[in-house]
Structures are given as structure tokens and as C-alpha cells.
């Protein structure tokens, strides 16, 4: 359902990603991991040309874009057919929570506005928000912005939501919230692509795990293999770090 | 010649000035009506770099900006029509109007470009990951985060464009300060026929200075 083929992406003359190729089937969990500054943000971008790619193509449902030729048109039919959940939740600062929800119901989809709005207020019950409709994003906490944003996402029709380190922007009572709803999502078999730090996340849910470092996928596979029997040295020492520091940030909590 | 200065002369005058007042709210008024729209036009093609009206865009800019407004209104009314001659029949307060827009459009544009590149990046990125163009993300999610920056300046705009109505009685509009400059010529009074005007234009000034206030208030608290 998504097939991304040899996709680099270079800011001057830094090249940020190398080659990347993968595939991504109809509800399938990918978890995207890896050292920070080493592209999985950046590829998430590319994946809906938020970035612009330097070459190599991305196809995902029945939209396909390539690099080397990529119009305005495919460009506009590939983001519809994914959506995007932002670090900082870049919630539209001027709309309300129904509001931001139903935007791509009306503008983009066309639907009647009051069909729209009442669309919008089920997907915002499906987040747990219900009762925030009205409120702005400035009135409302991390947690709750970020499933308004969930909740935009789920609402643009995409075929794949993609999430750009959804809980590293939240302060921790309120990372849990999120992962909930994320994780309802995975249950409901939601095509997903996920980067982040949350280890625990990627175990439980993950379908696939991507690991990556310096712009390359090093290894790719499920959930236990890159958690309890990596095959490359790269990410043995990167899932043994990050469950050290589980571990100690455990310890601290029970101090 | 009088020695101190005729108070009933000024009370008497204010209510006929205040008779032309009309004229010039309405010069002001549509003025800034059509700059405002010029201006968002000109902001838009500026901050998508549209290609080669951007250029454009930016030449009107900067000769509107760069010459003085007087200059401006004598070209357009005393100048033009002697090479458009659809332009001979257009009258005084019609110049006025024009003149004012595209003036003030050239300041507007720059304050709500600015307000628009004030927007943080990612609102317009949300825009685009949704599926929307970059003209809707501009008219529904940008444009309207701007305005409320932008609405400070913009009313500052507005306070000038009434106050250079008064520009247009060299064009032979018959607007306030045309009516005080005649009634100055004919009483010889100067000083207290423009000292009237002036009190005028200061009392609508401060007018509109206030609403400025109320309309920021209620801005600040809307979301």
C-alpha cells in the first residue's frame, strides 16, 4: 500500500537520507526508531512532501510521486492520502477543537458544513474530547492538543497516518493519554507510521520496526527480533541504551 | 487685520465644515475599502513569490512607497488622462479614491506581508498535510491569524488615509479642508479657518483612535 523507493533527501551538501526503500501494508504498525539527527523525521516529511525529496519516489494508495518529475497535482493527491501528526501539534491557533477537526471535512472533502461538524464531534468523542469542542488550543493542555491532533488526523480520510514524535513535545503526565488513543488506533488495524523514543510503544503495538542511523535504514523487522535478537551491532547498542535508560528512568520514578 | 483671535468666528464655522465631513469619510473610507484588498493581493503574491507578478507586485510597491502622495494623485488626475483619454472623464473625487487605494495599498501590503511571515511555519504545514492547497491554508488558517496582527497597523493606516483626504482639494474635490480654504479666502481669517479644520480632523482622529482601542481589546481576547 506504501512503497518508497530509493529516497534520498540532502540540505546542501548534507545528505540527511540515503537510499531509503520500504513497504508498508494495509494496517500495518511500522515504528520508525534510531539515534536523534538521524533523518526519521525527515523521512516522515518526505513521505507527504512536507520536505521535498532530492530523488526517488513515494507511492502511497493510488497516489504515486516521483522525485525527478513530481507535479503539483500528484504532489496534492499523495497528501491526501496520508495525514500528519505533528510534534508540536501545530493545531490551527485560529479554530476551535471541532473546528480544527472538521477543517479537511469541509475544505478539502467538501462536506456540507453542519455534516461536517457532526462528523467532527464523533471523531473528537473517539479521542476522549468530546467535551472540548469549543475550546481553543491555547486553552487546552499538551495532552489534549495532541489528540485534537490525533483526531484532525483520523478526520483527513488518509489511508496511513503518519506521527512525528508525538509525545516528545508533552510533558510526561501526559505522554500516556496520547499512547492510549494511538493505541486504540493500532487496534482498530489504523495504517500507521510512527517515529519516536517510546520504546515500550514500539514493543507492545509495532508490526514492523524500522531502526535507523545516518540517514540509513540499518535493520528492519518485527517488534522481538529488533528488541530481543538484533542482528546488526548498530542496533544491538541502540536498544541496549535506550533499555538502560528505561531502566534508570524507572528507578528514578520509584525514588 | 484682527489682533486676537475671532472664537466666534471658529464656532460658527465648525457646522459648515462639519457639512463636508461627509466627503471626506467617504474619500477615507473607500480608500481604505480597496487599499485593504489591494493590499492582501499584493501580500499574497509576495509571500508565494508567484513568479513574475511578484516582480511586479514588487515595482508598485516600492514606486508607491517612493514618491509623495500629492505627486501621485497630480499624475493620476492631471496627467494620465492626456495619454488615456478613458481616464479624461473621471472626476475629481473618483481620482482621489484611487489614488488614496493604491498609495496606502503599497504600506498596507508590507505590514500584512510582515504579519503573514509572523505566522509560524507549521500552521501552513498543517494546512498541507490535511490536503489543503496553499491558497486555502492562506484564507482560512493564515490570512486570519495575520489580520489580528496586522489590525494594529492597519488602523494606524486608516487614521493617516483620513487625514490625507485633505490632499484631495488640490484635485478640486470639495471636501472640508477645500470648504475651509474657501471660507479663509473669503473672510480672511486664515488663521481660525484652519484652526477649525484642524480641530475637526483632530476630533475624528481621536474618534477612531479609540475604537483602534476597543477593536485591539477585543482581538486579544478572541482566542
Excluded at chain 2, 74 to 83: A, D, E, R, S
Aim: charged letters at 15%; proline letters at 3%.
Amino acid at each position: 500500500m506504501i512503497t518508497v523507493q530509493n529516497l534520498s533527501k540532502s540540505f546542501g551538501q548534507n545528505q540527511v537520507l540515503k537510499d531509503i526503500s520500504f513497504e508498508v501494508n494495509a494496517g500495518e504498525i511500522v515504528v520508525i526508531i534510531g539515534p536523534s539527527g538521524t533523518g526519521k523525521s525527515t523521512l516522515l516529511r518526505c513521505l507527504n512532501y512536507l520536505e521535498t525529496p532530492t530523488s526517488g519516489s513515494v507511492e502511497i494508495g493510488t497516489a504515486k510521486v516521483d522525485a525527478a518529475c513530481a507535479t503539483n497535482k500528484q504532489i496534492s493527491s499523495l497528501r491526501k492520502q496520508s495525514s500528519f501528526v505533528f510534534q508540536n501539534y501545530s493545531l490551527f491557533a485560529n479554530k476551535n477543537a471541532l473546528q480544527n477537526v472538521a477543517e479537511s471535512l469541509i475544505t478539502v472533502w467538501k462536506e456540507p458544513k453542519k455534516a461536517a461538524l457532526e462528523h467532527a464531534q464523533t471523531i473528537l468523542k473517539q479521542v476522549g474530547l468530546a467535551d472540548k469542542a469549543d475550546q481553543y488550543p491555547s486553552q487546552l493542555s499538551g495532552g489534549q492538543q495532541q489528540r485534537v491532533g490525533i483526531a484532525r488526523a483520523m478526520a483527513s480520510k488518509g489511508e496511513v497516518i503518519l506521527f512525528d514524535e508525538p509525545t516528545s513535545a508533552l510533558d510526561p503526565e501526559w505522554v500516556e493519554e496520547v499512547l492510549v488513543v494511538m493505541k486504540e488506533l493500532a487496534r482498530q488495524k489504523q495504517t500507521m507510521i510512527v517515529v519516536t523514543h517510546e520504546m515500550q510503544f514500539a514493543k507492545e503495538v509495532a508490526d514492523k520496526v524500522i531502526f535507523m542511523e545516518g540517514g540509513h535504514i540499518v535493520e528492519t523487522g518485527t517488534a522481538k527480533q529488533i528488541f530481543d535478537n538484533p542482528e546488526h551491532n548498530r542496533t544491538k547498542a541502540f536498544v541496549a541504551r535506550a533499555a538502560k535508560n528505561a531502566l534508570t528512568s524507572f528507578d528514578s520514578s520509584m525514588l | 487685520m484682527q489682533t486676537s483671535l475671532d472664537v466666534q468666528y471658529i464656532v460658527e464655522l465648525l457646522p459648515i465644515l462639519l457639512k463636508y465631513l461627509g466627503v471626506t469619510m467617504e474619500m477615507a473610507l473607500w480608500g481604505f475599502f480597496f487599499a485593504l484588498i489591494l493590499a492582501v493581493v499584493l501580500a499574497v503574491i509576495k509571500v508565494f513569490k508567484v513568479p513574475l507578478v511578484h516582480q511586479a507586485a514588487g515595482l508598485f510597491i516600492s514606486f508607491f512607497r517612493g514618491t509623495p502622495l500629492l505627486v501621485q494623485l497630480f499624475l493620476l488626475y492631471y496627467g494620465l488622462p492626456h495619454y488615456i483619454p478613458a481616464l479624461a472623464g473621471m472626476d475629481a473625487f473618483t481620482a482621489a479614491v484611487i489614488g488614496l487605494s493604491l498609495h496606502f495599498a503599497a504600506y498596507m501590503a508590507e505590514s500584512i506581508r510582515g504579519a503573514i511571515l509572523g505566522i509560524d511555519k507549521s500552521q501552513m504545514e498543517a494546512c498541507l498535510s490535511i490536503g489543503m492547497t496553499r491558497l486555502q491554508g492562506m484564507f482560512r488558517i493564515i490570512l486570519p491569524q495575520a489580520s489580528r496582527v496586522a489590525t494594529p497597523s492597519l488602523m494606524n493606516y486608516f487614521i493617516d488615509m483620513i487625514k490625507s483626504t485633505s490632499l484631495a482639494f488640490t484635485l478640486g474635490v470639495a471636501e472640508i479642508m477645500a470648504k475651509a480654504q474657501m471660507e479663509a479666502a473669503s473672510s480672511f481669517k486664515f488663521f481660525e479657518s484652519f484652526l477649525a479644520v484642524a480641530l475637526i480632523y483632530w476630533a475624528v482622529v481621536v474618534f477612531f483612535t479609540r475604537i483602534q482601542h476597543i477593536v485591539e481589546t477585543r482581538l486579544n481576547k478572541a482566542y
